[in-house]
């Protein structure tokens, strides 16, 4: 199988440049894909001198690693060290200077995505099935689950241990239980490159059981999995490979190497300066 790469020039975003390929959730090889939420080949990731400066404040300063193929890699870093910008330029929301490429093992797949935690105003008639219908499928919430998505939804909250609460409403439940349908939108359609920003941060225990079961499961798959996490003992456990970022980057390691007091001690408590 051949393998391919899509290569964004300066300021661009990745996800602009093939959004039916690489991003869609509504299309048709998406639908055809619903049935498995485990779809493996994951793409090469690359960020190549990636630089953010809004106003005189430099974000991101000349930010350059790797993610493998089929990797749990983790970024870590303090508060307002750029770790969200930097999804945002992936994501196509900043702009931004530098190389952002994907290497493909063979045709552009699926980008799933998971958000920190969201907060629903409790008087809002939106169910848990309303909720994955508006994430997941072309079709109108208001019409119900669209048949292309139906079995995959229902598999995806499942997996999640949501399936007995897809009537509640979403204000209802508690931020874990929010975190975990939130989990369960990022499986559909099946991704190959999984895009996670502090999922962790609102799950209770048992919803920190299931997510570490879903990151064993995709690294399984040989999904890629990029992974903003600020519990470094989960990290350490769970990650294969782990990037410092203070504005730029400070170690690009396994977490055996990269977890060390001395590298944490200068990851967080570094104060890069700007140079805008």
């Given at each position: 199988m051949t393998s391919k790469e899509i290569e964004l020039p300066v300021g661009a975003s990745l996800l602009a440049k093939a959004p039916a390929q690489a991003t869609s959730s509504l299309n048709g090889t998406a639908q055809s894909r619903a049935g498995s939420l485990l779809q493996g080949s994951g793409p090469t990731l690359d960020f190549a001198?990636?630089?953010?400066?809004?106003?005189?404040?430099?974000?991101?300063?000349?930010?350059?690693?790797?993610?493998?193929?089929?990797?749990?890699?983790?970024?870590?870093?303090?508060?307002?060290?750029?770790?969200?910008?930097?999804?945002?330029?992936?994501?196509?929301?900043?702009?931004?200077?530098?190389?952002?490429?994907?290497?493909?093992?063979?045709?552009?797949?699926?980008?799933?995505?998971?958000?920190?935690?969201?907060?629903?105003?409790?008087?809002?008639?939106?169910?848990?099935?309303?909720?994955?219908?508006?994430?997941?499928?072309r079709r109108p919430a208001f019409l119900g689950l669209s048949k292309h998505f139906a079995a995959a939804i229902g598999e995806a909250l499942e997996r999640v241990g949501m399936q007995d609460k897809r009537k509640r409403r979403m204000g209802a439940l508690s931020g874990g239980e929010r975190q975990r349908v939130l989990l369960a939108q990022g499986l559909i359609p099946p991704p190959q490159l999984l895009v996670l920003d502090e999922p962790m941060s609102a799950l209770d225990e048992a919803g920190i059981q299931v997510f570490e079961r879903l990151l064993g499961d995709w690294r399984a798959a040989g999904i890629t999995v990029l992974w903003i996490e600020h519990d470094l003992e989960a990290v350490g456990r769970l990650a294969d490979h782990v990037t410092g970022l203070n504005r730029r980057v400070l170690f690009d390691a396994t977490p055996r190497q990269a977890l060390t007091p001395e590298r944490l001690l200068t990851l967080f408590s570094t104060h890069p300066r700007s140079h805008a």
């Open positions: 001198d990636i630089s953010l400066t809004l106003g005189r404040t430099t974000i991101l300063d000349n930010v350059t690693f790797q993610v493998r193929p089929g990797s749990v890699h983790a970024l870590v870093g303090p508060n307002g060290g750029g770790k969200s910008s930097l999804i945002k330029t992936l994501l196509g929301q900043m702009p931004h200077q530098g190389r952002l490429s994907l290497q493909w093992p063979g045709e552009p797949g699926t980008i799933g995505y998971v958000p920190q935690a969201l907060e629903f105003d409790r008087g809002l008639p939106m169910t848990v099935d309303d909720f994955m219908a508006a994430m997941c499928q």
